[in-house]
Nanobody
């Protein structure tokens, strides 16, 4: 079964950048739309961004539009999330997720597969 592993989390100051990576364990990765979700302490998990296998028409939550960019390299089984202008409200555990459908569907439905998460902490 496909497994997703996140990396790239860390502690940064407000205004700085981080790049998260989601690496898939096998080539069936190409069948999945891949997305990022996050969960802050005391809050529900929320959608951040998603991308189709074709890497067209990415989706973003309003809170990250213009600051975050999702990209995909199917030859390496990797989806990256470039996060710029980070703010303390971006502090959360970030999860990579896979969905057997479109990126648009992933933005509103429950994923089929989850990674373990990587922590992002932004200090003011």
């Amino acid at each position: 079964q496909l497994q997703l592993v996140e990396s790239g989390g860390g502690v940064v100051q407000a205004g700085e950048s981080l790049r998260l990576s989601c690496t898939a364990s096998e080539r069936t990765f190409s069948y999945y739309a891949i997305g990022w979700f996050r969960q802050a302490p005391g809050k529900d998990r929320e959608f951040v961004s998603s991308i189709n296998w074709e890497a067209d028409t990415p989706y973003y939550a309003d809170s990250v539009k213009g600051r975050f960019t999702i990209s995909r390299d199917n030859s390496k089984n990797i989806v990256d999330l470039q996060m710029n202008s980070l703010q303390p409200d971006d502090t959360a555990l970030y999860y990579c997720a896979g969905y057997l459908g479109t990126a648009g569907e992933l933005s509103v439905r429950s994923p089929h597969i989850w990674g373990q998460g990587t922590q992002v902490t932004v200090s003011s």
